[in-house]
T-cell receptor
Framework: AQKVTQAQTEISVVEKEDVTLDCVYETRDTTYYLFWYKQPPSGELVFLIRRNSFDEQNEISGRYSWNFQKSTSSFNFTITASQVVDSAVYFCALSDHLSGNTPLVFGKGTRLSVIA | EAEVAQSPRYKITEKSQAVAFWCDPISGHATLYWYRQILGQGPELLVQ????????DSQLPKDRFSAERLKGVDSTLKIQPAELGDSAMYLC???????????????FGEGSRLTVL
């Protein structure tokens, strides 16, 4: 069975600090996708990144970076120089690729508060 | 930019009443999902449609919940009777068959927040 664990329930940082959100996943599939979504107070889930299980290259997008390590089944998300607008709940999710339409399995989320 | 539309955004109802949520996926998306997100938790799948057919409703409490997608386009999720524990955000998501197979990505609506008193 697929499972996503986000051990950090809440994190508070001061603006401009770097922060890393942890994600550990479990799957028996060899081909899968990992995602990060942001959920601001408005409620909509905003897609941030998708990572194929075959691609272990780390990715950087502006202040966001992702560290994918298959050896430890982790897909951690780092925000550099955090801003107040980064305050939200962040979800890590897992999808089985092969079936083509398997729904996402989400972690419980990490609530990030960035204090000015 | 195409969006997944959901209504209502907010719904307050009393216990034992009936409530319905509507979702219009992105045009052309054959796969539609209803997720429930309880406060402080991640979204959990309730039901998945492929066109007008139910693919997975194993987590749908069928004694009180029903979902339909009659013409394979928009969808309705109904709860009757509502219970206190049904208070949650109900999220609709969609994906095209090809896109899901390639990337697994889902597109989410803004959700319908239900409060049962």
């Amino acid at each position: 069975a697929q499972k996503v664990t986000q051990a950090q329930t809440e994190i508070s940082v001061v603006e401009k600090e770097d922060v890393t959100l942890d994600c550990v996943y479990e799957t028996r599939d060899t081909t899968y996708y990992l995602f990060w979504y942001k959920q601001p107070p408005s409620g909509e889930l905003v897609f941030l990144i998708r990572r194929n299980s075959f691609d272990e290259q780390n990715e950087i997008s502006g202040r966001y970076s992702w560290n994918f390590q298959k050896s430890t089944s982790s897909f951690n998300f780092t925000i550099t120089a955090s801003q107040v607008v980064d305050s939200a709940v962040y979800f890590c999710a897992l999808s089985d690729h092969l079936s083509g339409n398997t729904p996402l399995v989400f972690g419980k989320g990490t609530r990030l508060s960035v204090i000015a | 930019e195409a969006e997944v539309a959901q209504s209502p955004r907010y719904k307050i109802t009393e216990k034992s009443q009936a409530v319905a949520f509507w979702c219009d996926p992105i045009s052309g998306h054959a796969t539609l999902y209803w997720y429930r997100q309880i406060l402080g938790q991640g979204p959990e799948l309730l039901v998945q449609f492929q066109d007008e057919s139910v693919v997975d409703d194993s987590q749908l409490p069928k004694d009180r919940f029903s979902a339909e997608r009659l013409k394979g386009v928009d969808s309705t999720l109904k709860i009757q009777p509502a219970e206190l524990g049904d208070s949650a955000m109900y999220l609709c998501a969609s994906s095209s068959r090809g896109l899901a197979r390639l990337t697994g990505e889902l597109f989410f609506g803004e959700g319908s927040r239900l409060t049962v008193l």
